[in-house]
């Protein structure tokens, strides 16, 4: 089975700044889009952001546009997001996926653990 194992979150002041890590052991990463979804207390999963599997294409929710930044390194299976300029509505479980590249949730087979990320002064 696909492991996504997260690291990189943690509290974090507003305006300040985090990097997410997702490290695959999945033999097919290098063919796979991946993303970045988040769920609040409350809330449902959302997506954040998505990277194809060649970096070519990515894609922002509107909430993080020029704040967050995905990128990925085939070569050590591993996707980031570096998340700038953070908000206190930014806190939420950050979850890593793996799958075809979409804004669906369905559209990702595989799924990290989730990492907490909370913004607050």
């Known amino acids: 089975q696909v492991q996504l194992v997260e690291s990189g979150g943690g509290l974090v002041q507003p305006g300040g700044s985090l990097r997410l890590s997702c490290a695959s052991s999945?033999?097919?990463?290098?063919?796979?889009?991946m993303g970045w979804f988040r769920q609040a207390p409350g809330k449902e999963r959302e997506f954040v952001s998505g990277i194809s599997w060649d970096s070519v294409s990515t894609y922002y929710a509107d909430s993080v546009k020029g704040r967050f930044t995905i990128s990925r390194d085939n070569a050590k299976k591993t996707v980031y997001l570096q998340m700038n300029s953070l908000k206190p509505e930014d806190t939420a479980v950050y979850y890593c996926a793996a799958g075809r590249f979409s804004t669906n949730p369905r559209s990702f087979s595989s799924w990290g653990q989730g990492t907490q990320v909370t913004v607050s002064s």
């Open positions: 999945g033999r097919t990463f290098s063919t796979e889009a």
